[in-house]
């Protein structure tokens, strides 16, 4: 799998499971923030979404509030913590 396949997956991921109404797959940046001033999602959303990487891709993340920032910062991080926890070679 390529880096832009997995990001793409996420993002249609993020789309889905949140309902994001007004907001496509293709507009959000892989390296925006998905939080605050970048997507504008919350905590919730963080749980939800946590929720469907699990079911998903089968990786949990850990009770640490900090790691988990920089894991959700962006679909790019994302990518880059579910390769890592999978073992995946990303091209």
């Given at each position: ?11 249609e ?34 749980l ?9 891709y ?34």
């Amino acid at each position: 799998m390529t880096r832009q396949e997995l990001e793409g997956e996420i993002k249609e991921l993020i789309v889905a499971s949140l309902d994001l109404e007004d907001v496509s797959a293709a507009d959000i940046v892989t390296d925006a923030p998905l939080f605050g001033d970048g997507l504008g999602l919350d905590s919730i959303d963080a749980l939800e979404l946590g929720m469907a990487i699990k079911k998903q891709y089968g990786v949990t993340f850990s009770a640490d509030k900090e790691a988990n920032k920089a894991y959700f910062k962006s679909v790019a991080t994302l990518a880059e913590y579910i390769a890592n926890s999978k073992g995946m070679k990303l091209e």
